[in-house]
Nanobody
Framework: QEQLVESGGGSVQAGGSLRLSCQYI?????ITWFRQIPGKDREGVAS????????????DYADSVKGRFTISQEKDKKMVYLQMEAIQPEDTAMYYC?????????????????WGQGIQVAVSS
């Protein structure tokens, strides 16, 4: 089964920065970063259009990360990045990269068929 590959997680102090990377597969239209803490549902954090069909490529962000996180891509390398700035302890979570074939964006985890294995981000105060 095709799978996405995340990298770049780790431990960081509050106020610091971290960049997550996601190697994605061909044939998908949207890449979204989700995060999850134990006992809670996965939360969509940031999403970007990566497909070949010309559509709006304005990224979407969860309110909790707007102004702090930036999602970007290198389409020729099939890479998506999540630049995390001014990281806070509440950003501590397992972060997942997910891919969607559908033509509309979504922050619902059930709309995503392809997932990475997840990467831990731990923020200390």
């Amino acid at each position: 089964q095709e799978q996405l590959v995340e990298s770049g997680g780790g431990s960081v102090q509050a106020g610091g920065s971290l960049r997550l990377s996601c190697q994605y597969i061909r044939g998908v239209n949207y890449i979204t970063w989700f995060r999850q803490i134990p006992g809670k549902d996965r939360e969509g954090v940031a999403s970007i259009h990566v497909g070949n069909v010309k559509m709006s490529s304005t990224p979407d962000y969860a309110d909790s990360v707007k102004g702090r996180f930036t999602i970007s891509q290198e389409k020729d390398k099939k890479m998506v990045y999540l630049q995390m700035e001014a990281i806070q302890p509440e950003d501590t979570a397992m972060y997942y990269c997910a891919a969607r074939v559908g033509v509309q964006n979504s922050f619902r985890s059930e709309d995503y068929k392809y997932w990475g294995q997840g990467i831990q981000v731990a923020v200390s105060s």
